[in-house]
């Protein structure tokens, strides 16, 4: 299986399954002489994990990293220190439970990757899908905690802002509200209702989808190329790539489609240091580049596929069957996928800034020295 790396300049490459006994990640292109500890990724880790909450996969993963490589400290150093070879980041696997998906080793789970894998490689792993398991983000977000380190200067926060077809009212929308729910919400009504609200669908065995926004402030002028290397091209990629990801936007995004060419274009006035824009639209990208503005995604991510609700399917061998799948899974695998999109866009702007560092000689900015 191939194309597990992502990035140019600050490239990532993830590794391990769901049921095997670890996971990790080997960073490729991270600046040396960058201070960085076990503590830092772990904060970003702890976000991510199952089990925080009834509203997540119960699984009890301590997700404990260790880092392996990459890194050096004496004396001279003042603290662990990159040393500008590859960083390799490993997480254990602690709590499998294996034998839940004894039942559907021969079937397809409907809405999962379980018949397109093996299709196209001939073997999969059952035990939780393998590659294709959400299990598999703890790495990314490992990686996302160090490209935070080459863009220190750059703020990336996360609301969930939809579950199901309840939307939060951006009027209450506040930041600090965030980490005070287990939904990661800016919006502490929506929060409760949504309380309840899955509370009904966790009992009925069934899952819903919901949409992260994602938005980065502080993110220099310059950032992205303007034909195969846009900004907003490789975020929407990064985005994604995350599982369950079915829809990607930037700015206004689908909402772009109902404007007017008056409403829509982001009108300039002169600042006193330099031009600042009087709406945000474009999502902070122009052409591909970085305008200075927040940098702001949305992402759209399906309902958990494995649910417990009896479904329709065929087995391996092309006969009917009905499925239940067993087990420990999220009644809503958007809840844990924010600080997955926080780790992607940290990891986008960390390789473009080091793009833009080696084509230009410049940190970005609207100066041309």
Known sequence: MSHNSFGQMFRFTTWGESHGPALGVVIDGCPSGLRIDAETIQRDLDRRKPGQSKYTTQRREADEVKILSGVFEDDRTDGLRTTGTPISLMIENTDQRSKDYGDIRDKYRPGHADFTYHQK?????????????????????????????????????????????????????????????????????????????????????????????????????????????????????????????KAVEIGAGFEAAELTGVTNADEMRAGQEQPYFLSNHA????????????????????????????????????????????????????????????????????????????QTGREGGIGHE
């Open 121 to 245: 490689y001939g073997i999969r792993d059952y035990r939780g899908g393998g590659r294709s398991s959400a299990r598999e983000t703890a790495a990314r977000v490992a990686a996302g905690a160090v490209a935070k380190l080459v863009i220190p200067d750059v703020q990336i926060r996360a609301s969930l802002v939809q579950v199901g077809p309840h939307k939060i009212d951006y009027s209450r929308f506040d930041w600090d509200e965030v980490d005070n729910n287990p939904f990661f919400c800016a919006d502490p009504v929506a929060a409760k209702e949504w309380a309840t609200y899955l509370d009904g669908i966790r009992k009925e065995g069934s899952s819903v989808g919901a949409v992260i926004e994602v938005v980065a402030e502080n993110v220099p002028v310059g950032l992205g190329a303007p034909v195969y290397g846009k900004l907003d091209q490789d975020l929407a990629s990064a985005m994604m790539s995350i599982n369950a990801v």
């Open 283 to 358: 999502g902070g990208i122009l052409g591909g580049i970085s305008n200075g503005d927040p940098v702001v995604v949305r992402f759209a991510v399906k309902p958990t596929s494995s649910i417990l609700v009896p479904r329709q399917t065929v087995t391996e061998k092309n006969q009917n069957a009905d499925i239940i799948t067993k087990g420990r899974h999220d009644p809503c695998v958007g809840i844990r996928a924010v600080p997955v999109g926080e780790s992607m866009m940290a990891l986008v702007l960390a390789d473009h800034l080091l793009r833009h560092r080696a």
